[in-house]
């Protein structure tokens, strides 16, 4: 398809009965882009020269103000494009690590588009996911997560792993510049809202993972800290082995 890049495209192409098939182009749109609505029409042209199938169009967008735009995508009067649009309203939000790993592409969508609009519990549970699964998917499920959360709170999940793990997800971001161009467009909406109740909800949230339960006074100075101090001590968090350590008592 080049020099027109796709995504995502998905074709079933049944020979035995034609009608039964279908291509699915999938686009990930981080900001209105009017650039790409124009070349939508061309790509969807070339699926259909190649393929000769009903084509379907489907868009992952992180911001409401985005959505809004793919609801009415149109170029002149000649073509209307209707785009099923995957984001927090059509998304469902995966509740549980057993039900994520039950469909886990489900699981790492919901941590994603729930994620970046500040949904920490839902972005935790697609990491634990992504923790179940095979290497590379693992390190792609982990990087996509991580790319379309706020950044104070992927600097505090990212801090919590493991050195190794740390290392992966970085060599992977490096590589793919999807990952960094999303982490720096479109993140305005819900960004300055709770940042420190969500740092809180983050770094109790790591606590429990390693096992380590802070007591009431511990907890007291947890709530009573700013986002810059609890934003250093879930840096810290992997290097500890007490609640007490990790505070300084």
């Known amino acids: 398809m ?7 495209l998905l074709v079933h192409d049944d020979p035995a009965d034609k009608a ?27 699926v259909v ?11 992952v967008s992180l911001e409401d103000r985005v959505s809004r735009k793919l609801a009415g995508w149109a170029l002149g009067t ?21 039900e994520g790993l039950k469909q886990p592409v489900d699981a790492i969508l919901s941590g994603a588009v729930h994620g970046h609009h500040g949904d920490l519990e839902a972005a935790m549970t697609a990491l634990a996911v992504a923790r179940g699964q095979p290497e590379k998917l693992r390190q792609r499920y982990t990087a996509t ?13 990212l801090g919590g792993m493991p ?35 969500g740092m809180l909800r983050v770094l109790g949230m790591m606590l429990s993972q390693r096992g380590l339960v802070p007591d009431a006074g511990q907890w007291a100075r947890l709530e009573a800290a700013s986002a810059e101090e609890l934003e250093a001590w879930a840096g810290r968090l992997a290097v500890v082995d007490s609640v007490a350590e990790l505070l300084g008592d």
């Open 2 to 8: 080049l020099p027109r890049n796709l995504d995502l």
């Open 20 to 46: 039964n098939g279908a291509a699915i182009v999938v686009e990930v749109q981080l900001d209105h882009d009017p650039e790409k609505q124009r070349r939508i029409a061309s790509y969807l042209g070339l």
């Open 49 to 59: 020269d190649r393929h000769d199938l009903p084509v379907h169009l489907g868009v």
């Open 78 to 98: 000649a073509l209307k494009v209707q785009p099923y649009v995957f984001d927090r309203r059509s998304v469902p939000r995966v509740k549980s690590v057993s």
């Open 145 to 157: 997560v991580l790319a379309a959360l706020p950044e104070e709170h992927r600097k505090m999940i």
């Open 163 to 197: 050195v190794e793990e740390q290392m992966q997800v970085s060599q992977l971001e490096r590589r793919c510049g999807t990952f960094l161009a999303g982490r720096q467009e479109g993140r305005q909406e819900g960004r300055q809202e709770g940042r420190k109740e």
